[in-house]
């Protein structure tokens, strides 16, 4: 019977066994390499808002100025949805979209709206919504603009935060690469990162607040805009106080809409009557500002429906903005986003400013009397603190004690009109003697020489009456410019009156009847009786026109300074000096009528 052999002991089988294992081992190999070079790659697990795939854009995390230093490759960048980002602290509640990386809602807590039934808004949505919204990149280019300000960036949190906190927005397309980053405190201030790299080159595209605030309601809020900035290097002065004057104010009318500003300045921005955004630059130098100016349409007043643009229910308003970065690469700077609330802004430290004092004080403008009127707003600060706890009282109690210091120089006023009076039937004997001749006839000259010799016989000096109304009138301003600008009497309240920052026409109309008493009780020296019965009741009209639409604080003041003067001037026209003026008065009154 033939032998069979066992297939495994076949002479040269573990060689044939071993030439199939390395042949399939190569197959294998081969086959790997053909499907990953020819066959689609399975589909990777994605981030649900963010999208990769490769560009040759640089990295979004590290941009640089030239694009000599710019990475050939990156990932692409974009949210797929639109997201929001809430930011709080006990000022303020700050809400972002991711659309933009901008802000749609800058609530702050301590302040409320016009309305007064909710805190304030301090983006103003209709601005924003045609000019732009707050912490929006702007650019020279409209198109770019746009991009950046409709472009869906990757947030690095969402939903709520409390501060301190950071967020950052990326964005990376194929020709655009984009990193804001924003940290936050307790205090007003934010720092502010921005870099904007396009088609591999650094490009200025600074920070903005583009349209106006949202307390700004009536025409007369927007007229309040303007733009400030510091520049430590100012050799300008002031108009009457002659001290350098370090922050330059923009008014409305002169403010081009994309015109830039380079530094160095230590910090600029827009603001209005009561609050601001302040940008303050790491490195003063490099900084430039482009100021922004638009146009809109609003109602005459607030809540109305107009019918349409051009109606007479509306009115055309000017919209303020600014935008603040670094002209020479990425911007590093912080902003100050709130009140121009004295307290607040003394507390900002701005270690650049080494000619004037180191914080943002500068932005409140107490005006060319500033030198008097910080020092009368601290004064009533202090009463409100420490007596009486409400600004309208505060007022009451300054006003009373200013108007009683100043008692003296009208004291001195009246008699330096007495002793006109006294002397006026001689000067008018002297300007007749002298009537015929011309004013160029040297003869002429001698009149004046007369009458001097007159006033110095009687010891009268001309100017004595007007001399204390001079001493006077700079209180008088420093006091009005004092009241214009505090915040603080703001939706404040005092007897009927509920904003002191507001018009109200009982009090024009109570100055008005005031003014017309005073102007009877006082005596007036040279003046005409015929005169003194017009001047009664033109001034107190003009006046009255004057302060009718002008805040209830600045009426109050005024209207109460009339009613002490009422009863100084009863006082003072019982004394022997008064009798004498008014005895005068009465005979000239009589010589008229003959």
Same mark, same amino acid.
Request: aromatic share 10%; hydrophobic share 45%.
């Given at each position: 019977m033939a032998d069979y052999q066992n297939p495994q002991q076949e002479p040269g089988s573990e060689r044939r066994l071993l030439i199939v294992v390395v042949l399939t081992f190569v197959v294998l190999i081969a086959s790997q390499a053909l499907l990953k070079k020819y066959m689609p790659p399975p589909p990777e697990p994605q981030n649900k808002s963010v999208q990769t795939q490769p560009t040759t854009t640089p990295p979004p995390s590290a941009p640089t100025a030239t694009a000599a230093h710019v990475s050939s490759t990156t990932i692409t960048k974009q949210a797929s949805t639109e997201s929001e980002t809430v930011i709080e602290n006990d000022l303020y509640k700050i809400t972002f979209t991711n659309r933009g990386a901008q802000v749609k809602s800058w609530i702050l807590k301590k302040?409320?709206?016009?309305?007064?039934?909710? !805190?304030?808004?301090?983006?103003? *949505? @209709?601005?924003?919504?045609?000019?732009?919204f707050p912490l929006s990149l702007w650019t020279y280019d409209e198109t770019l603009r746009n991009r950046l300000s409709s472009a869906l960036y990757v947030a690095s949190n969402e939903g709520n935060l409390t501060a301190p906190a950071?967020?950052?927005? &990326?964005?990376?397309?194929?020709?655009?690469?984009?990193?804001?980053?924003?940290r936050f405190d307790h205090t007003y201030v934010l720092n502010v990162e921005t870099s904007v790299v396009y088609k591999g080159t650094e490009i200025f595209a600074p920070p903005a607040w583009p349209a106006g605030f949202g307390d700004q309601v009536t025409p007369a809020s927007y007229a309040a805009?303007?733009?400030?900035?510091?520049? $430590?290097?100012?050799?300008?002065? *002031?108009?009457?106080?002659?001290? !350098? /004057?370090?922050? /330059?104010?923009?008014?409305?009318?002169?403010? *081009?809409?994309?015109?830039?500003?380079?530094?160095?300045?230590?910090? @600029?921005? /827009?603001? $209005?009557?009561y609050f601001t955004a302040i940008f303050i630059p790491n490195d003063p130098a490099? @900084?430039?500002?482009?100021?922004?100016?638009?146009?809109m349409e609003i109602p005459q007043k607030p809540g109305l429906n107009p019918i349409g643009a051009g109606s007479k229910d509306t009115a055309n308003v000017?919209?303020?903005?600014?935008?603040?970065?670094?002209?020479?690469?990425?911007?590093?700077?912080?902003m100050y986003v709130g009140p121009k609330e004295? @307290?607040?802004l003394d507390a900002v430290p701005v270690p650049t400013i080494k000619n004037d004092s180191p914080d943002l004080r500068g932005i409140v403008n107490f005006g060319w009397w500033g030198i008097l009127s910080r020092p009368l707003f601290l004064w009533l600060k202090w009463t409100y603190n420490h007596i009486v706890h409400n600004w309208g009282w505060a007022i009451v109690i300054q006003t009373f004690i200013i108007t009683v210091l100043l008692l003296p120089l009208r004291i001195t006023q009246m008699k330096s009109m007495l002793k006109m009076q006294r002397i006026q039937p001689q000067i008018k004997n002297i300007q007749e003697k002298y009537k015929k001749?011309?004013?160029?006839?040297?003869?002429?000259?001698?009149?004046?020489? &007369?009458?001097?010799?007159l006033y110095k016989t009687e010891g009268v000096n001309p100017a004595g009456g007007c001399l204390p109304l001079l001493i006077q009138f700079p209180f008088l301003i420093a006091y009005y410019r004092m009241l214009g600008v505090a915040l603080e009497l703001r939706h404040a309240h005092w007897l009927w009156i509920t904003?002191? *920052?507001?018009? $109200?026409?009982?009090?024009?109309?109570?100055?008005?009847?005031?003014?017309?008493?005073?102007?009877?009780?006082?005596?007036?020296?040279?003046?005409?009786?015929?005169?003194?019965?017009?001047?009664?009741?033109?001034? !107190?009209?003009?006046?009255?026109?004057?302060?009718?639409?002008?805040?209830?604080?600045?009426?109050?003041?005024?209207?109460?300074?009339?009613?002490?003067s009422i009863a100084q001037q009863a006082v003072m026209n019982r004394t022997k000096l008064g009798r004498e003026m008014r005895e005068m008065m009465e005979k000239r009154a009589r010589k008229k009528e003959k």
């Open positions: 302040f409320d709206n016009d309305a007064q039934n909710g !805190p304030l808004e301090l983006v103003h *949505s @209709a601005a924003a919504q045609k000019f732009g950071t967020i950052t927005f &990326e964005y990376a397309d194929q020709d655009l690469v984009i990193r804001k980053t924003f805009a303007g733009i400030d900035y510091h520049n $430590d290097a100012s050799t300008e002065r *002031s108009g009457y106080i002659f001290f !350098p /004057t370090y922050v /330059t104010r923009l008014g409305v009318k002169a403010i *081009s809409g994309g015109n830039t500003i380079k530094g160095p300045f230590e910090w @600029a921005g /827009t603001g $209005d009557q490099s @900084a430039a500002m482009v100021t922004l100016h638009n146009s000017d919209l303020l903005g600014a935008a603040v970065g670094n002209l020479r690469g990425p911007t590093t700077e912080r004295l @307290a607040v001749y011309t004013l160029r006839d040297p003869r002429k000259a001698k009149m004046q020489e &007369e009458i001097s010799a904003d002191l *920052s507001a018009a $109200d026409w009982v009090l024009p109309l109570l100055m008005v009847v005031s003014m017309v008493v005073m102007q009877r009780m006082t005596p007036q020296a040279g003046m005409d009786p015929a005169q003194q019965k017009m001047m009664t009741v033109m001034m !107190p009209l003009m006046m009255g026109f004057i302060f009718f639409k002008l805040a209830a604080g600045l009426n109050l003041y005024y209207t109460e300074s009339n009613l002490i």
